[in-house]
Nanobody, 120 residues
């Protein structure tokens, strides 16, 4: 079994910052990429940022220059530093990991989601 546990969401004023964390645990053989997606009410889930095990990153245009994704491979943990938050960043943020276990080839796993609300 694999678990992704997220933390760090909450309520913040426009212009503020939050840091999300997501730790993967279980019978993990190898993690290839980790990242963050978000889903706002009435909208489809969208990519926010991803990072490979080699450190290559990819960002949605809407968050470039404001959000930074990073990863601690030793801890199987991915982070999302969110600065200069805007009301349109309000959404449930989901952690994603593409990984293989000792009994299963690579596939995507998802966290339970953490709410981020940007409001004055």
């Amino acid at each position: 079994q694999v678990q992704l546990v997220e933390s760090g969401g909450g309520l913040v004023q426009p212009g503020g910052s939050l840091r999300l964390s997501c730790a993967a645990s279980g019978s993990i053989f190898s993690i290839y990429a980790m990242g963050w997606y978000r889903q706002a009410p009435g909208k489809e889930r969208e990519l926010v940022a991803t990072i490979t095990n080699g450190g290559s990153t990819n960002y949605a245009d809407s968050v470039k220059g404001r959000f930074t994704v990073s990863r601690d491979n030793a801890k199987n943990t991915v982070y999302l530093q969110m600065n200069n938050l805007k009301p349109e960043d309000t959404a449930v943020y989901y952690c994603n990991a593409r990984l293989s276990t000792y009994s299963r080839s690579a596939r995507d796993y998802w966290g339970q989601g953490t709410q981020v609300t940007v409001s004055s």
